[in-house]
């Protein structure tokens, strides 16, 4: 009987073990810290996450968000990017790519990066908003701006038509 303990306790050891070096178990313990507002544990969360696996987007998009809201925006935008070189169809990425770009005053690259999410998705109304705001009040192109904003609303009244 006794062997039989020490032996499922050793199994429960390593399994355990094995868990804590899974990365989908850092970036769950990260996602739990963000939502905490811990942004400084879920980073450090999210780096374990992305040295047992590198290669995943969300990982990097993520962790950008925790950069972003501790106000690191140079490291947020590099994990931004980095997220889009993995996955070129991370529409979050480019979306947070295209908000922080803009907050800099870089509008030229915001503009591309939003213009990447409506490649991927044409019908995201908040970029369309973004994009009016950064026409409008940044270019002082009045024209564009009433063109993106229209587009908002068109879509905007069409994802509220669908809801439940």
């Not at 931004?80 to 993995?86: E, H, L, Y």
């Not at 409506?118 to 024209?143: G, P, W």
């Amino acid at each position: 009987m006794k062997i039989i303990i020490k032996s499922l306790m050793m199994v429960l050891l390593i399994s355990s073990f094995a868990f804590a070096q899974n990365a989908t178990y850092y970036y769950n313990r990260g996602v739990s810290a963000y939502e905490k507002g811990e942004y400084d544990e879920a980073i450090r969360d999210y780096s374990r996450a992305i040295e047992l696996k590198p290669n995943d987007a969300d990982y990097f998009n993520n962790r950008g968000l925790c950069y972003k809201r501790i106000g690191n925006n140079l490291q947020a935008i590099s994990d931004f990017n980095r997220a889009t070189a993995i996955d070129p169809g991370s529409v979050d990425a480019y979306f947070n790519l295209g908000y922080l770009y803009a907050l800099k005053g870089d509008f030229p690259s915001a503009i591309k990066a939003y213009n990447e999410v409506l490649r991927l998705d044409s019908r995201d109304y908040e970029t369309y908003f973004n994009l009016a705001l950064i026409y409008h009040r940044n270019l002082k192109n009045e024209k564009e701006a009433r063109k993106q904003y229209e587009k908002f609303l068109r879509f905007f009244k069409e994802s509220a038509t669908q809801a439940p």
